[in-house]
């Protein structure tokens, strides 16, 4: 795995930096059609390979774990978790938070780094919205079952009831259910949007019937017209552009819960800024975590390069200062404020009975991603990748201490107490990670998991008209502007 | 102008959707954009397996109407999120809490975000099929063969028979002196 950083002379390596050169997004010798050879191939294989099938089988299983846990739960109650007062948001809330800061890695990927013209997005952006709206299907669970009465979880939506009652439109926990539901809708209309015109490549390559029809059906009938590609790429802008103030609203949103409330260690204002610089910051860790093996596995690494992951470590390393920067305010805070609730808050966080997880916390985001400064270092895949996984478990555990140790002290020493999860929280939260898995294997398996329309238009062969131009154009995504035509 | 009705009754003619023709490369494609823009025809299109935006001003493409459509699909949302709000927690369940107001738009506002997003975003998706006349499962270029690598590495030029300018045997030589290639008859559907 770490050929490529021992062997620096490696076509693979486009991480350089010359500022003479630009550095190829697709390396080794390809063309249009190679690139839709290797993405459908994936596709067209007639079994999948051997490991596919080995990590199907373990996520699959885990999934039934998730499905048994819930039906426990539904039909015990929410008393199989470990929650008691004080510690009434146990795992489920942590789990929620932890999935839906998850997903905002592909959003930011698909949206904004398009507004802000970086190509390098095209061949990582599929994958990282496919991962978003996974993340964010293992989010709506958590909250979802924990209602306790799940059969009335429609309360939580505008619709008339036996008590005819409204939500409360006030209530931070209801800005939630719709900006969840918001971005889940807008990411996956996003995600199949920019996925019809490469449904529409599997379909005219299809050798059998079954393959013809049921992506003939999902492609629309796409036919490449470019009066058509003129407002896919213009609804392409426009939804970018709404996506964008989305998925900051929807961190913000989410840390509105704890934010509004009048918990010490909770009630701050900058809880949205530093929500969302985590969730970008876990969202990235996740798409390296999944992409270091996919690529690998399925031989595409002249399209997903060493350059495409140096850039995510560079964004991991830039999010993980923020994060470091917002707790570092929190402590600042505390003592400015001259609280003594939030002071004794921030102290018993540090060195309280959950300095465990606490520690866990800082060693992982905040010392970890600090390996990414040294270039060998985030060149080699293996580090990159296990360092992914490191800022993974640390942020769960950020939300694990922004929750539990808020909850389990806070005025009144009378009611402190401390949280055990039982063996049903972390069966649960385990099977979520089974129902993303199973989820994102489908994925890679059925569908086109590089952008191949995208990628294709940031390739040299894509310019070839202009002469003077080295490289990769800059032409993708700038459709307001009109040329004069000669 | 003569054979513009597709069907001239001879038995061995087809019932002619128009005329298609190949490009392997970006700069040919838009040169020849260039000479059918010029040339008047008005019913034709060009294919590529990705957007080309330089091809836009090659064919003389209007500009969208989507982002009036999705601007009117955004306010819509936001007056519709409004009024929800309102109507149920002021109006028809009146929700008296802590003494605040029945309605202020400050705390209100977070879902009429949200709303206005999805509105927008729903009306980006389906303004932009419904303009262009997606879905469309069958099309008369779906029958050729070589039309199927429109969507891997080739570029394509398509005029159709109806143009008021399509000519049998004129847009035929056009096409080919653009392109050097053989110009293939795209058969109407049946």
Redesign the interface.
Known sequence: MSTIALNPVSYLDNTGNDPTVRARLVVGDN???SV?EKVCGIVEQPRPPKIWWAAFAASSSLTLVLFACIGYLVTTGVGVWGLQIPVGWGYAIVNFVFWVGIGHAGTLISSILFLLRQQWRTSINRFAEAMTIFAVVCAGIFPGIHVGRVWVAYWLF?IPNQM???????S?L??DV??V??YA??SL??W??GMI?DL??I???ATTKLRFYIY??LS????????????????YL??AS??T??VL?VHS?VS?DFAVSIMPGWHTTIFPPYFVAGAIFSGFAMVVTLIIPTRKFFGLEEIITARHLENMAKIMLATSMMVGFSYSTEYFMAWYSGNVYEAFTFLNRAFGPYAWAYWTMVTCNVLVPQVFWVRRLRNNTLMLWVASILINVGMWFERFVIIVSSLSRDYLPTSWGYYRPTAIDVLTFAGSFGLFLTLFLLFVRFLPMVG???V??VMP?????HPGHRGHGD??G??AV????V | MSDRTPNTGGGESIRLHGYLVAFD???EL?RGA?IVRDAGYTRW???????????????G?K??I??YI?FLG?LTGAAAGIL??WW??AV??P?L?SG?PLFSLP??I??A???T??F???S??V???A??G??????P??ANRS???????TF?ISIEAADPLFDRIETRRLLEEISGRAVEEIEELP
């Open positions: 063309d249009f059609h839709t505008p005819s009652m409204w939500p409360n439109f006030r931070p209801l800005w719709f900006a539901g918001t809708t807008v209309l996003f199949y949007m015109p529409a490549s379909r005219d390559r003939g059906v629309l009938g796409w036919r490449s017209s470019n009066r058509h590609w003129h407002r896919f790429e213009f609804a426009l939804l709404l996506a103030p989305l609203s949103v509105f191949m329309a995208e294709k238009g062969q894509a310019h070839l008209d032409y993708h700038d459709i009109r040329e004069v035509d | 490369k970006v700069d838009l260039r299109d060009a294919h590529s397996p990705f957007v080309l935006h330089r091809l836009d001003a090659a064919m493409v500009k969208t989507l982002p999705v955004g929800l709000e149920t927690n028809n369940y929700f809490i605040k705390a209100n977070p879902i975000f949200e709303i997003i999805l927008a975003a729903v980006a998706l303004g932009m099929l303009l262009n997606l879905p469309r499962l069958s099309h270029l779906f039309f199927k690598r429109a969507t891997d590495d394509f």
